[in-house]
Structure formats: structure tokens, C-alpha cells
């Protein structure tokens, strides 16, 4: 069954609103939480470390004041792209790491669209 | 830093064809590595690992090696069906850090 689960899967929001994005680990407690982005027909993107307890770390170019990462438990990190654009549509992924050999578990992502 | 290069696509071909889609790496230590897939509108899904030299990983007819001496970890099916029809990527990962992917491969298989 699913390991881990993002909610919404899509979403239309219009410029300048904010959007949150949540991720729950369903089945074990993950102190870390990875949010990726990714663009048309391109890779994954690292967008930031989510830590439970302790401030998101985000990758070089990354605007953390548009891009708030709260992980408050164990099982849940939320994403919210606040004040969106247009540029900001594309599909976010979460993911979740079990331990050192483990794969990571990903959510199915969420389509934002901005208009 | 550690990077992870697969072959440009798209890959087309007929069914019960043989794929391979190339991937090397560039990383310190002893990375493991992965390969996962992503079907049109899905999100991601593990397709096989391997997490140490000469390991094999293999999954629904796919398989690929752990090559440390020439940093690779190829992916290969012997007989491709249309619903493997999707988006291949390369990965690696150190000790519970956040996968590196590769840029993808697009496979479109044609009956």
C-alpha cells in the first residue's frame, strides 16, 4: 500500500494566492522529508530538506520566504508556495527516506497550476 | 558534486524489442543506485536498487548492475511491452541524503 500520501494531487489557484501542499508518511516516522520540483519533460529537482522539529534546508536558488516548508510531526511536512505565479506551476513531489539503503518513498505529486 | 548523466531520449521503439538506457555517475564514496519510473500524469514509482558493487537489481523483466569500475548502472529489458511506455530516471543516493536523479529518459514502445 501507499507509504506515503500528498494531497491535493492537482491544483488551480490564481496569481498572488498561496498554496499548501501536505505530505504524510502513512506507516513510520519520518524525521526527514525531501520536497522536489519538476518542470516539463525535465528531472526531479531538489528544492529543499524538510527536518521535523528544526528549519527546512533549501538548496542554492531556492526562495525560502516562497517556498515555506513546515514539518511539524513525525508523519506530516506541508509546502506552501506562497504569493504564486505563473512560473510557479509545475508538479512538487515529496518523498520520504526510511534509512541508509532504503529507497525513498514519493508522494504522487501535486500539479499547481497558476493563472 | 555528485551527478548522475542517462542517455538523452526519447527512446522509440517496437514491442518485444530490447532496451537499454545508459546511465553513469560521478560521486564520492559508495553511493546506491536506483532506478525508478514515472508513467504519464503519475508521480514516482522505485523500479529497482542496488546498493553496492556487482549488485544486480531487477523488476518486472528490467535489470541493471552496479558497475563501480565504470560507474555505470545500465538499464536493460530483454522483450519491452507498450505499458512500459513512460519516463525512466537514474538516481543515487549517500546515506539518507536526497536522491540525485538523472534528466530522464522518455520510452515510447509501439505495438
Known amino acids: 500500500g501507499a507509504v506515503v500520501s500528498q494531497h491535493p494531487s492537482r491544483v488551480i489557484c490564481k496569481s498572488g494566492t498561496s498554496v499548501k501542499i501536505e505530505c504524510r508518511s502513512l506507516d513510520f516516522q519520518a524525521t526527514t522529508m525531501f520536497w522536489y520540483r519538476q518542470f516539463p519533460k525535465q528531472s526531479l529537482m531538489l528544492m529543499a530538506t524538510s527536518n521535523e522539529g528544526s528549519k527546512a534546508t533549501y538548496e542554492q536558488g531556492v526562495e525560502k520566504d516562497k517556498f515555506l516548508i513546515n514539518h511539524a510531526s513525525l508523519t506530516l511536512s506541508t509546502l506552501t508556495v506562497t504569493s504564486a505565479h505563473p512560473e510557479d506551476s509545475s508538479f512538487y513531489i515529496c518523498s520520504v527516506h526510511r534509512g541508509r539503503d532504503s529507497p525513498l518513498h514519493f508522494g504522487n505529486g501535486t500539479r499547481l497550476t497558476v493563472t | 558534486g555528485d551527478s548522475v548523466t542517462q542517455m538523452e531520449g526519447p527512446v522509440t521503439l517496437s514491442e518485444e524489442a530490447f532496451l537499454t538506457i545508459n546511465c553513469t555517475y560521478t560521486?564520492?564514496?559508495?553511493?546506491?543506485l536506483f532506478w525508478y519510473v514515472q508513467y504519464p500524469g503519475e508521480g514516482l514509482q522505485l523500479l529497482l536498487k542496488?546498493?553496492?558493487?556487482?549488485d544486480k537489481g531487477s523488476n518486472k523483466g528490467f535489470e541493471a548492475t552496479y558497475r563501480k569500475e565504470t560507474t555505470s548502472f545500465h538499464l536493460e529489458k530483454g522483450s519491452v511491452q507498450v505499458s512500459d511506455s513512460a519516463v525512466y530516471f537514474c538516481a543515487l543516493n549517500q546515506a539518507g541524503t536526497a536522491l540525485i536523479f538523472g534528466k530522464g529518459t522518455t520510452l515510447s514502445v509501439s505495438s
Open positions: 542496488a546498493t553496492k558493487a556487482d
Open positions: 560521486a564520492t564514496g559508495y553511493p546506491s
